[in-house]
């Protein structure tokens, strides 16, 4: 008898009214004593099964009402499914074309368990919206095969577009994580060509061979010092410090956001805000700030502020 059989059959046994002794659960089960202790830990510390010994009739039950029998072996309150129904929703959303498919068969189930629960499941794609911008395409087979090989630990060769030189390349890497962010899908690896840590955007990469080598193991220090260290997704080892001033107007915005785990900020007296970032690479951080026009003013360094005074000079020149 399989472990998740003989978990799905400790339901049955105690579901009834009656307390079952511990001897009758070792005998109907055909096991040993130290087989049903680590079952009864299992069931009540992993898989929080409601199950109490009643001293009065020297047995084990279940209490009643507190448990769901659609999923073998795994029970929910009526909060827990609308949890997971909620985040199986936003990552419909989030990317449809790459997890849709895979959460197709979970999402039956927890519907099945909502509708048993008196919950509404078709309102929840209702209520949520997730809205996207600058999101780029990502080819699903790439996206799988390049999770399947973080996930396994496996080195894998890339075919990849850099946006940067306009050039594309063939490269062994050895990822590390994958991560989402401001709307596309990026992973982290060890660059075996460049010997580095290196962050590439898989909608650049167009082929993804999973290879028998194990992957290269990098600590999650080293990763964050090579490409989460500075300002956004070129982040690496800093270079400087940028100082940036807003408009008392732009600050009630501003002064609630995140921009840098290791941020320094204060309010002036006439309301505006400084906000200090590390960074390293000042290509997104300089596209960040043309955005807030007028509303920011880089102070330090001098050369960002050059960049950002070139840039906004070109800009004009356009309208000219």
């Known amino acids: 008898m ?11 046994l105690l579901l009834g009214k009656r307390a079952v002794p511990r001897h009758e659960l070792m005998e109907r089960l055909e096991i040993s004593e130290a087989t049903f202790k680590r079952d009864l830990a299992k069931l009540r510390d992993q898989l929080r099964v409601p199950i109490d010994f ?14 769901d029998t659609e999923l073998p072996g795994l029970w929910f309150s009526p909060e827990e499914v609308l949890s997971l129904v909620t985040i199986q929703q936003l990552l419909v959303q ?33 209520r949520i919206r997730i809205v996207h911008a600058g999101k780029r395409a990502v080819i699903v087979k790439s996206f799988e095969e390049v999770a399947a090989a973080t996930l396994a630990r496996k080195r894998m060769r890339i075919t990849h577009y850099s946006r940067q030189n306009d050039k594309t390349t063939e490269r062994e890497v050895s990822p590390q994580r994958l991560v989402y962010y401001r709307d596309n899908w990026y992973v982290d690896a060890w660059c075996h060509l460049q010997d580095d840590v290196r962050c590439f955007s898989i909608d650049a990469i167009s082929r993804v061979s999973i290879l028998a080598t194990p992957a290269k193991e990098v600590s999650a220090k080293t990763i964050d010092q090579s490409v989460g260290e500075g300002y956004g997704i070129f982040g690496g080892s800093p270079k400087g410090w940028a100082k940036l001033l807003f ?39 300089v596209g960040d700030l043309l955005r807030y026009g007028a509303d920011v003013e880089v102070l330090e360094p001098a050369e960002l502020r050059v960049r950002v005074h070139r840039a906004l000079l070109e800009a004009v020149g356009r309208y000219v």
């Open 54 to 67: 009643d001293r009065d009739q020297g047995g084990y039950l279940m209490r009643q009402g507190h448990i």
């Open 247 to 285: 408009t008392p107007e732009r600050a009630r915005w501003v002064a609630q956001e995140h921009w840098h785990p290791k941020q320094r900020s204060q309010t002036l007296a006439d309301g505006s805000y400084v906000l200090e970032i590390p960074y390293s690479d000042a290509r997104e951080l």
């Open 2 to 12: 399989s472990e998740i059989v003989r978990l799905y059959k400790y339901k049955e």
């Open 94 to 126: 989030m990317e449809p074309g790459l997890l849709g498919p895979k959460l197709k068969p979970l999402q039956g189930r927890l519907t099945q368990l909502m509708e048993k629960h008196g919950l509404a499941g078709e309102d929840i794609a209702k």
